[in-house]
């Protein structure tokens, strides 16, 4: 593979010509909580359109679904001979010349015509109560029957597009399509979230989270000598830390680094997931020091494997967690050959502390007022709380001129920070005044902000689950503008301590208990 | 890898010393009817006594029968952390180091205690009924709830043994683990065939299929380059034409001939199910031709890919099909690699055809015996029927003698096929009577003789669910005794014709009709 090919190859991934092909789009980015349900909607990129045919080719809108929709109805009700392998390529194909509209026409009448068959249910459930009246005589024959009943019940309350996805899945490029459609179905939610494709969605999710169980999916390295094809995708899927140029992509795989992928063999050549390691002396604190800083060290020399980046590629997967056996395969791989390595850490981004930092000034300031317009002394409101410290309050409001105004500290500092270019983050004048404030407030949000007893940080979220522990963070670690306007530049260490893992986790899970280091305590 | 050391090796699987791991047995066979459900218990071979460890070793078997219960306990109803890492190994080993009688006490416990939870689906039902009748106004809100419900109740209509068998699942080694687990299941069904112990068992076998599914399975053609450790399971698992000696092995993987595996992930260095191709200038009418005789062919020159022996290698799979889309993958990799071969057909023992000609012959002998004593020439008993036509009654009564006596012809072929060291199979008096009989009844046999519309015989009905069609039958094709005994020496080839394989096997699926070629019929 010459460069020049490689960058033709990369030239041509924007195109995204052909439409059965479900474009390399932006969505990726680190593993966004993932693995909560009630999450899994936060980070959908209404990317989808992409990929969508141009239906007028095929002639009238209509005639097309028509077909399809037919096509559809095959796959599902033929009997099961094994043998529908040429309408479901119909099916997948028909569905790629689709437009969005006439997508979300046909899945939301999968959705609500190829439901539970209810009448059965009812007629099964009779039975089953039946059943379990006269289980009296006899009791080994009726317990048979009564096993039957209750296996034909269960199984007629699985709807009918079962069958569809389980026929698809064994079809070659099947599982790949039906990742693509719950990416369209994910898109579909975002402006018509009705119960039926609510469950429909978390079906067909639960269904592919069974299909890509870590018992089915292979870890391979990714090297420089992978095919080019192989390669652009991981060029077009990294978005933690986009990979800029061809030189930057074959150091990331080059010496001091690692690069893991999970495959499915049905998947072929593209992976679900995959994660960047630096072998380093210490536990990097910019993300500077690891993509553009001097040659890496000689490989015996590393202590540490950096987890800088973890990336999934599909869309259509959101909420599986397949990052976790990840990091749990690759540590693991990474002991077995580097022996010397003895830290297992991350540089990770905090994807939600801007957001959840700017919406808590904006309402604070707001109560703040509040309480001064009625020049009450009394209780404050039951939602109010006192966000700043008394000199941070002090040195806020010092700063305080006409380019960034206000009566309060956190009027300041909000003010400040959602001035637009992020101009605070190169002001010699505000930077250390601002950094112990955001400091001191963003471990106040990894370790106290929850959401249902969980780290309301999607990545914290992420990695405490998988058994980390919070380790550092770090002023101005990524200066780039996503770093500054989603973290306030800074970065967090996760740190994997393999004797930990387990009990780290299991604590969390079981008590939502974040382990940290003093060091982070000691900022609180 | 030297000679020696595979001798070596494929010696110390004799052995079977290490109590965790399953036996490298004598159960593989062609694939028998795996597809069938009411027939998946025909071919248990109970040999999962085998790997069950001393539990002497561990003191008391109740203690350690008491430890295991409780690992298998705390695998199933610990919370959803996913560190159960350590759990769900020591419940691995522990179960293996359990007697057979303590592995039974144990898997009837699994199925009656971690069974439904029946009183929560009582209180679902309720709810659901309840939910049905009142769903009326504010249609969209009560409707969220109302799959909710559904989806509840269909959850708790799922044993609870299905947490366990998911979390081995995705424990390293427990898709293997569950594979003997089962094999111990079905050894047990044999002896105390209980409706709970049934279930556990179909639900694990509905299980085990759907993780198995061919989208995880990877085809990869196995060489004399492969691994002792790989090649040894193909010597010990190959059991249709076992595998003599060493150059027999590598004659099978030499020139000429090929050997693909399908493999899972997590059973690494070992096929689920392997076939052996010989590539031939005409399809081999007796496996002499294939084993056996003078060097093969040159690749250029072969007209046809023969399958001639396909074994699975996992007694606890029974009843999956796996070979099905193992035959499929098989012929388009053999078309595309080598486009002058344009027949792909098989040579195939027929195991059920003696066992039925000797049931019939002795129903039907007793039949004509009886209508002779009541002195009738009235309509016979409803159950007879002519086996034998007037032709060959009279040849076989010019065979009766004092070694084969009989009344008439069916009781004549009875006792010469039912003696025992099967003299007829080589006596020149007798093989030039016997040949056009026991030709045209295993004619009858595989195109005739059904059991609920399908073929009667296993591997008839394997291949013409996979669209194949009868193409020949072979006089004296298979004189190892195994083949006089199971099918008289014949044998047959199943042609798969591309073009006709999905439109053949949706017939034989929706009517059960079996394609097969004129001279096939002319026999009948």
């Not at 309350?157 to 597009?161: A, S």
């Not at 022996?339 to 003895?342: A, G, K, Q, T």
């Given at each position: 593979m010459s460069k020049k090919n490689l960058a033709i190859l990369l030239r041509a991934?924007?195109?995204?010509?052909?439409?059965t092909k479900f474009s390399l789009s932006?969505?990726?980015?680190?593993?966004?909580?993932?693995?909560q349900e009630n999450r899994?909607?936060?980070?959908?990129?209404?990317?989808?359109?992409?990929?969508?045919?141009?239906?007028s080719k095929f002639g009238t809108t209509g005639r097309v679904y028509d077909v399809v929709r037919e096509t559809m109805h095959s796959a599902t009700?033929?009997?099961?001979?094994?043998?529908l392998d040429i309408t479901l390529s119909d099916f997948q194909e028909g569905y790629f010349s689709l437009s969005l509209e006439d997508r979300e026409k046909l899945l939301l009448e999968l959705a609500k015509e190829?439901?539970?068959n209810r009448e059965q249910v009812r007629e099964l459930i009779k039975q089953y109560l039946g059943l379990e009246k006269s289980a009296s005589d006899d009791k080994e024959v009726s317990s048979s029957v009564f096993y039957r009943v209750e296996r034909n019940l269960r199984h007629s309350?699985?709807?009918?597009?079962e069958v569809l996805f389980e026929r698809l899945n064994t079809h070659p490029g099947g599982l790949r399509f039906l990742s693509i459609l719950r990416a369209d179905l994910l898109s579909i939610l975002t402006k018509e979230n009705t119960p039926s494709l609510r469950t429909l969605d978390s079906f067909l999710k639960e269904k592919l989270g069974m299909w890509l169980s870590p018992a089915t999916l292979e870890l391979h390295q990714i090297t420089w000598d992978d095919p080019a094809s192989l390669l652009e995708k991981i060029v077009a899927y990294?978005?933690?830390?986009?990979?800029?140029n061809l030189l930057d992509l074959k150091r990331r795989l080059g010496i001091g680094r690692r690069c893991f992928g999970y495959f499915h063999p049905s998947i072929?050549?593209?992976?679900l997931i995959f994660i960047e390691v630096a072998l380093m002396e210490t536990v990097a604190q910019t993300i500077q020091e690891v993509l553009w800083d001097n040659p890496p060290i000689?490989?015996?020399?590393?202590?540490c494997a950096l987890f800088y980046s973890i990336s999934s590629?599909?869309?259509?997967?959101?909420?599986?967690?397949?990052?976790k056996f990840l990091i749990k395969r690759v540590i693991t791989l990474v002991k077995k050959d580097m022996?010397?390595?003895?830290t297992f850490a991350t540089l990770s981004p905090i994807p939600g502390f801007m957001q959840w930092l700017l919406s808590k000034l904006s309402s604070q300031s707001r109560f703040a007022e509040d309480e001064r317009g009625t020049q009450s002394?009394?209780?404050?409101?039951?939602?109010?709380?006192?966000?700043?410290?008394p000199g941070e309050e002090q040195a806020l409001m010092s700063l305080s001129d006409d380019s960034s105004p206000g009566s309060n500290g956190m009027e300041v500092l909000l003010n400040l920070l959602s001035a637009k270019d992020c101009d605070w983050a190169t002001s010699a004048r505000l930077l250390p005044v601002l950094e112990p404030i955001l400091m001191r407030l963003c471990a106040r949000y990894l370790l106290q902000e929850k959401k249902r007893g969980k780290a309301l940080d999607s990545v914290a979220n992420f990695h405490l689950q998988n058994g980390a522990m919070v380790e550092r963070i770090n002023w101005m670690a990524d200066r780039s503008e996503k770093g500054i306007h989603q973290s306030g530049g800074i970065m967090v260490n996760y740190v994997y301590r393999l004797e930990n893992i387990e009990d780290y986790a299991q604590s969390y899970f079981g008590s939502g208990k974040i382990h940290a280091s003093p060091g982070i305590h000691s900022r609180l």
């Open positions: 991934r924007m195109r995204s010509s052909n439409p932006q969505f990726p980015k680190e593993i966004q909580s993932n693995t899994s909607g936060d980070h959908i990129v209404d990317n989808s359109n992409e990929g969508i045919g141009n239906s009700s033929a009997s099961k001979t094994g043998v190829y439901d539970v309350l699985r709807p009918t597009y990294e978005a933690v830390h986009p990979i800029s072929p050549g593209e992976p000689p490989e015996n020399q590393a202590t590629t599909q869309p259509g997967l959101a909420g599986i967690n397949l990052g022996p010397h390595v003895s002394n009394s209780p404050s409101s039951t939602f109010s709380e006192k966000v700043l410290l």
